[in-house]
């Protein structure tokens, strides 16, 4: 192969690439130092951006590769013969977005090749910007949510433990010790009773501050537990199939707060007679399904006003999982949802 033909071979090689790239030879003073870089080639796709600058000055046609850092990079290079690759926010002269360059020695001079990567930076911002938004809506979700459960411990401890300390209360300052004996022990047996029932609301509220329920009696028995507390109970039947929980996970923990959070949904909205719970718990992940007959509700409406649904949501999606909603108002509910076991 003659040198002409080797010539041409480089030129079509370097012209077929959409990288704009470039050559450039040092400019230097008297004093050995270097004072800019003249164009000595450029392919096709640098040229359609930059026209023929072929031997013209770098700092004059882009002095802002002096801001940007890129003139001080190309010294570098030449001074170390060391390549280097960077991304460039570049806003200057003609361009305005996001550049990655690779820059190596060529004799007395770089040799660049450039690529133009706003969109892909710009589309990977713009996910970053989702997630933070997705992120404040979580916690802002949460902290609804642990407000919403502080409202409810208060109204416990008010309405329930607060009326069972004020009839003992008043149960103990009826015991006389000079009142006939039967009545005495007939007092006593109630203030009995009624320290009894307040030692159970304690205990339970202990117990739902915590992931007692859950490592003392798993999955399935826990949420057995925590139905057995409805005053209505005969109307939800629970169903769990396949292998024991793993025990006391965060995919678990989460899982038993999602359920709770949707029997109190249907307890307190949906005004059902008969609600089915069915789990079931493989090797992959644990599979939820909620089914009432009660009056429904239109899910693109409701979902979005209230901290319940939306709460639920959220906690299944970050733990990687799927939720179905199926409802139409006047008509029953079904909430399906799967949360996956980590790979191990």
């Known amino acids: 192969?003659?040198?002409?033909?080797?010539?041409?071979?480089?030129?079509?090689?370097?012209?077929?690439?959409?990288?704009?790239?470039?050559?450039?030879?040092?400019?230097?003073?008297?004093?050995?130092?270097?004072?800019?870089?003249?164009?000595?080639?450029?392919?096709?796709?640098?040229?359609?951006?930059?026209?023929?600058?072929?031997?013209?000055?770098?700092?004059?046609?882009?002095?802002?590769?002096?801001?940007?850092?890129?003139?001080?990079?190309?010294?570098?290079?030449?001074?170390?013969?060391?390549?280097?690759?960077?991304?460039?926010?570049?806003?200057?002269?003609?361009?305005?977005?996001?550049?990655?360059?690779?820059?190596?020695?060529?004799?007395?001079?770089?040799?660049?090749?450039?690529?133009?990567?706003?969109?892909?930076?710009?589309?990977?911002?713009?996910?970053?910007d989702l997630e933070k938004d997705r992120h404040r809506e979580v916690l802002h979700l949460t902290l609804l949510k642990v407000q919403e459960e502080r409202s409810r411990l208060s109204e416990v401890l008010h309405n329930e433990i607060g009326q069972l300390l004020y009839a003992a209360s008043l149960q103990l300052s009826s015991l006389d010790p000079e009142m006939e004996r039967k009545d005495f022990v007939g007092n006593r047996l109630k203030l009995e009773k009624l320290l009894a029932l307040m030692v159970k609301e304690v205990r339970e509220l202990s117990h739902d501050l915590s992931h007692l329920p859950l490592e003392e009696l798993g999955l399935k028995g826990a949420i057995e537990k925590f139905l057995s507390r409805f005053p209505d109970r005969q109307r939800f039947k629970f169903r769990y199939l396949g292998r024991k929980s793993r025990g006391n996970s965060l995919q678990e923990n989460l899982t038993y707060k999602i359920?709770?959070?949707?029997?109190?949904?249907?307890?307190?909205?949906?005004?059902?007679?008969?609600?089915?719970?069915?789990?079931?718990?493989?090797?992959?992940?644990?599979?939820?399904?909620?089914?009432?007959?009660?009056?429904?509700?239109?899910?693109?409406?409701?979902?979005?006003?209230g901290i319940g649904l939306s709460w639920v949501r959220n906690n299944v999606e970050n733990l990687g999982g799927e939720i179905l909603v199926e409802s139409h108002k006047g008509k029953s509910t079904v909430v399906k949802l799967r949360i996956p076991y980590p790979s191990t």
């Open 1 to 128: 192969m003659g040198i002409l033909e080797g010539n041409s071979l480089l030129r079509n090689t370097i012209d077929s690439s959409l990288d704009m790239i470039q050559v450039f030879q040092c400019v230097r003073g008297t004093d050995g130092k270097i004072e800019d870089f003249k164009w000595i080639l450029n392919n096709k796709a640098s040229e359609a951006v930059y026209g023929d600058v072929i031997g013209k000055s770098l700092l004059k046609l882009n002095p802002g590769v002096l801001e940007a850092g890129i003139f001080d990079i190309f010294r570098e290079v030449v001074r170390t013969g060391l390549a280097q690759t960077n991304l460039h926010h570049y806003v200057h002269e003609q361009f305005d977005g996001w550049y990655h360059q690779s820059v190596v020695r060529q004799g007395d001079g770089v040799t660049t090749c450039t690529k133009d990567v706003t969109k892909m930076v710009l589309a990977q911002k713009k996910i970053i």
């Open 259 to 305: 359920v709770q959070e949707l029997l109190l949904n249907v307890a307190k909205h949906s005004c059902c007679s008969h609600c089915t719970l069915l789990m079931r718990v493989s090797q992959a992940g644990i599979f939820v399904q909620l089914r009432d007959n009660g009056r429904g509700f239109d899910p693109t409406s409701t979902v979005p006003k």
